[in-house]
């Protein structure tokens, strides 16, 4: 069966459930802090990463299972304890992580028997490591006393963003910005401009007060949100007219929802820490 016949008729299993795990991935960002400060925030972050490790080596197919399941979870931990510990942490200390992951990847890797797929695992398990690491960058949004405020609105903005982008391609995926992903140039604006709406709202909830930078961060989330929500679908629908029809687990709506609704969170959260200090 083809992409494109895969795709026709309604998108409903591509869009619905990522929307309600973006949904649910940003409310347990926000009530966790609220809760438990920043021992839920620690939480709430490393449940999305340990999930996205799940969902990333199931639904891309990277050989050695176990292996980058371990690899993809120390990363996490390591990323979140180089950002926790430090009286004044700052991303730099990511770089340790990314450096040390990075042979960690190639030496599971090379390790394992056959070798078979091994350029296609490396650069998944590589990507892997990137994304745990920048989702690490949400334990920064509440540290300033403003915190709490911004990363409210930067959270919000990227939601809106997620939420609107995938109901417009659910309804009218048009034009096509590509013939085998249901994803449209209408969605993509439409996502941008909600997160530019939701940043704009937002003044004077974190340190922003003027509307102009205010307008300029939600959209440039927005933006962010909208790109790799679409890089996203890409990786869904690969996996989904991938060569082994039998690997019901990877082909689940949840695992391919989470990579969508997860993904995109993990491009946004450094961009949002430097939208924070930038503007």
Do not use: K, N
């Not at 200390?93 to 990847?105: I, M, T």
């Not at 090379?110 to 949400?138: F, K, N, Q, T, Y």
């Amino acid at each position: 069966m083809t992409p494109a016949a895969l795709l026709t008729g309604p998108a409903r299993g591509h869009h619905l459930p990522a929307a309600g795990l973006v949904a649910l991935a940003v409310t347990l960002l926000l009530t966790m802090p609220a809760l438990l400060d920043d021992v839920g925030r620690l939480a709430a972050v490393l449940v999305l990463q340990l999930g996205l490790v799940l969902a990333w080596v199931l639904a891309t197919g990277i050989q050695g299972f176990a292996g980058s399941l371990a690899v993809g979870a120390a990363a996490a931990v390591a990323a979140d304890l180089v950002l926790v510990l430090p009286p004044r942490p700052a991303l730099g200390g990511l770089l340790a992580v990314l450096g040390v992951g990075f042979l960690a990847v190639v030496v599971q890797q090379m390790l394992r028997r056959p070798r078979h797929e091994l350029v296609a695992s490396l650069s998944g398990g590589v990507l892997l490591l990137c994304l745990v690491a920048a989702l690490a960058a949400l334990l920064l949004l509440g540290r300033e006393p403003t915190g709490d405020g911004d990363a409210l609105v930067a959270l919000l903005a990227v939601a809106a963003a997620l939420l609107v982008g995938h109901l417009a391609d659910l309804v009218l995926p048009r034009p096509r910005l590509a013939a085998d992903v249901p994803r449209g140039l209408a969605g993509l604006l439409l996502a941008v401009l909600a997160g530019a709406a939701v940043g704009y709202l937002g003044r004077g909830t974190g340190h922003q007060l003027d509307p102009v930078p205010a307008l300029i961060s939600g959209a440039v989330l927005g933006l962010v949100a909208a790109l790799t929500a679409l890089a996203a679908s890409y990786v869904v629908v690969e996996a989904m007219t991938g060569d082994d029809p039998g690997d019901d687990a990877a082909r689940s709506a949840w695992v391919l929802g989470a990579i969508q609704a997860v993904l995109p969170l993990a491009a946004c959260a450094p961009v949002a820490v430097a939208l924070q200090s930038l503007l």
